[in-house]
């Protein structure tokens, strides 16, 4: 007597009222059919006919939940003590479910009773299990082992020889020639005819190809075979002719092949259709007869897990890594047909012609439609979103609207939303400098970490040189977290806040940022030569106080809170005024900076409030002494349709010596450092025409210490006398 299994309490409803795909089938607009959400990810999903088998886990807890798709319910029928691989409904009978576990065993379950039947045998965990409509054997496959059972008695029949010491990729058995079929690793697939284990048909890989295959399938009508790996290339082999057909070149969404199957036919005019679903979690579908895209299956915040297709109810189930499970009508990704070309008669073809089209007319006309629907887009939200409108709002307010930030920085910024360029960066995926980086950034949100990991890579990928900026995640990172639900929008503001803001500190390598240092420290010289003279005492460089809220984009020095009114002020006025931000957080740190006793000291937390105020008032003083527009530059916003050329990288050491000795000849013949220091003690003065006297410099530094020594005193009497602070604190500034 078989062995059942005893079904347990949890049943409910999985969708209100009735689950009818005829009222999804369109393919207008891809929408799901049926979500469901869980607690627990899911490992593996099969569905077939009436019946949806998902297996989730979570720590120690592995449970089979069946659902119904004619009775709208679910219940669990159960808990595994072990992790499931996979799991497949029989396509010939719909309640008959294959589930395979850790402990090299496989269960053959009737969904509807609960009976079991165990079928023993493997020496390593089972991988895969493939079953054929009209076949009489089932196959069990893992890496070094392939075994046969007889259907229905699951009777252990076969053990498949193995003569190669590659490890097995794929096994299956076309019922239409009566012949077992192997594939491995290295591209080369062995064919037994007629289950004939005494004789053996060896298609070799194709020639001059290194490909790590990880994944193949083989067609309905039993004719083609198809794998791929960790390129954008799939192979073709035809098991009529033992040959490798063809090697086609993907769509360039399609940079890998994770997983590649075959659609049952739904549609006349698409007799053969392949679905593949890259490690990047996009699923893409692909005519096979063109190799042309006809609907990429994405979002934008979760990727696809795994994919199972219904051949008898025409539905595909889709697993995401937010433990949601949805069900896509399979109507729905082909393009509608007219009346006249419904032609059931033609849907049974079989054989079909291969071809490699070179170019894919449909996919571009539907781009350049996608386009110029973009920029009406653009156009109108331009219309609505005055930059001029919300300047005035943030003079009178000090700050903009929290809770429309984000749509006026993306007004303010002149965002192009070049979707289809952003989408060409993220399908290259993570980018090697950025794989690991979870090591190095610890991000309790898992969803912020992917956020921003998605954001660097797609930054890298548009310019190599920012993959070797150590310091880039912690300046993207505030803006990634602020459009971590956007990352269209994400990409692009910190695209263009580098392109504007971080030109001139961003293109000396490895001296970066030494104009911007010197515009600082002078700055911070003809406001405050004290301040300057004690930092010059104790070692301290700009570099040492200056440099680490730089490439923290501030957010080392403020709350989330302040952090975002500051660049309210930042992104709506021109990049000059980002010297003069960090001259006025150096000069509203003067009461921390003086009593710090050594360089390492040197941190502090301000208001930003002071900070505006006194960046305001610099920049409106200094800025035609110092021509701070004419050395920053303009704002200029990212092109609509495209990238610009990425020009900020490392400069000829030659080219970088005589722009810095430049800048340094500049602020020795500037009217206000005539009796105040100007320079710290890493930068070297201007050769004079003799050689100079190390005592006599010695004793004019010495001079110099004192006298800003005295001032200092002078100050801080005043002060402690006075009733107010440190500065005014007048809101709005000027």
Request: hydrophobic share 40%; glycine share 6%; with cysteine.
């Amino acid at each position: 007597m078989r062995p059942r299994v005893v079904l347990e309490g949890v049943v409910g409803e999985v969708w209100p009222g009735g689950y009818d795909l005829a009222d999804h089938n369109t393919a207008t607009k891809l929408t799901s059919g049926h979500c469901w959400h869980g607690d627990s990810q899911v490992s593996a999903i099969s569905c077939h006919a009436a019946f949806l088998a998902t297996v989730t886990h979570e720590q120690d807890d592995n449970l089979l939940f069946i659902t119904s798709v004619r009775d709208n319910k679910f219940y669990l029928l159960k808990r595994l003590v072990e992790r499931c691989p996979t799991l497949l409904f029989h396509p010939h009978r719909e309640n008959q479910l294959f589930v395979a576990s850790a402990s090299c065993k496989v269960y053959s379950i009737n969904v509807e009773d609960g009976s079991v039947v165990v079928m023993e045998g493997h020496r390593g965990p089972v991988l895969g299990i493939e079953a054929g409509a009209r076949s009489p054997v089932v196959l069990t496959y893992n890496r070094r082992e392939v075994l046969q059972w007889s259907w229905p008695s699951m009777a252990l029949t076969t053990r498949l020889r193995q003569h190669q010491p590659l490890p097995v990729v794929w096994a299956g058995h076309v019922w239409q020639r009566d012949e077992l079929v192997v594939a491995y690793s290295s591209g080369s697939v062995l064919l037994w005819p007629g289950r004939n284990n005494s004789m053996e048909i060896h298609i070799e890989p194709p020639e001059g190809l290194e490909l790590q295959f990880k994944a193949f399938a083989a067609s309905r009508g039993g004719e083609w075979l198809v794998g791929g790996g960790l390129s954008h290339l799939l192979v073709t082999y035809c098991l009529v002719t033992r040959c490798v057909a063809q090697v086609v070149q993907l769509p360039a969404s399609c940079t890998d092949v994770a997983r590649p199957f075959f659609l049952p036919v739904v549609h006349p005019r698409y007799p053969q259709v392949v679905g593949i679903v890259t490690s990047g979690g996009v699923l893409n579908i692909i005519d096979f007869t063109t190799t042309t895209k006809l609907k990429t299956l994405r979002t934008q915040r979760y990727l696809i897990g795994s994919v199972s297709v219904s051949e008898c109810s025409g539905f595909l189930a889709v697993t995401y890594d937010n433990s949601t499970t949805k069900v896509y009508p399979l109507r729905a990704l082909f393009p509608p047909a007219g009346p006249e070309e419904v032609t059931p008669a033609a849907w049974n073809k079989e054989e079909v012609a291969f071809e490699i089209v070179e170019k894919r007319e449909k996919e571009e006309q539907k781009e350049e439609k996608e386009r110029e629907r973009r920029k009406e887009v653009t156009k109108d939200l331009q219309e609505l979103l005055d930059k001029n409108k919300w300047c005035r709002i943030l003079l009178e307010f000090g700050s903009f609207p929290e809770r429309y930030r984000r749509v006026i920085w993306a007004s303010v910024l002149e965002l192009p939303r070049n979707y289809s360029v952003f989408s060409t960066l993220l399908d290259k995926g993570i980018h090697p400098a950025y794989r690991e980086l979870g090591d190095t950034l610890q991000l309790s949100d898992t969803g912020l970490f992917k956020a921003l990991q998605r954001t660097l890579s797609c930054l890298a990928h548009w310019a190599p040189f920012l993959a070797s900026v150590d310091y880039l995640p912690t300046f993207v990172f505030p803006f990634v977290k602020v459009y971590r639900t956007n990352p269209l929008l994400a990409f692009e503001v910190a695209a263009t806040v580098i392109v504007n803001w971080c030109r001139l500190w961003f293109e000396f390598w490895p001296e970066a940022g030494v104009t911007v240092m010197n515009l600082v420290e002078q700055l911070v010289c003809e406001a405050d030569s004290c301040l300057l003279a004690h930092l010059m005492r104790l070692g301290a460089t700009a570099k040492c106080y200056v440099w680490p809220v730089l490439t923290s984009a501030l957010s080392r020095v403020l709350s989330s809170s302040d952090w975002l009114v500051l660049w309210d002020h930042l992104l709506s006025s021109p990049p000059s005024l980002l010297p003069c931000v960090l001259a006025a957080f150096t000069l509203a740190s003067r009461r921390s900076l003086l009593s710090c006793s050594d360089v390492e000291e040197v941190d502090s937390w301000v208001s930003v409030k002071k900070v505006l105020h006194k960046a305001y008032d610099i920049h409106k003083r200094k800025r035609e002494v110092h021509a701070l527009d004419k050395t920053f530059g303009a704002f200029t916003p990212l092109p609509a349709g495209g990238l610009p050329l990425f020009t900020i990288g490392p400069r000829p050491a030659s080219l970088t010596t005589k722009e810095d000795e430049e800048q340094r000849l500049h602020v020795r013949k500037s009217p206000t450092t005539t009796t105040t220091p100007s320079r710290l003690p890493h930068q070297a003065s201007p050769r004079p025409s003799s050689t100079p006297n190390p005592q006599r410099q010695e004793e004019q530094e010495e001079m110099v210490y004192v006298i800003g020594q005295r001032e200092l005193k002078r100050q801080e009497e005043s002060v402690s006398a006075a009733s107010g602070g440190c500065g005014s604190d007048t809101w709005p500034p000027a």
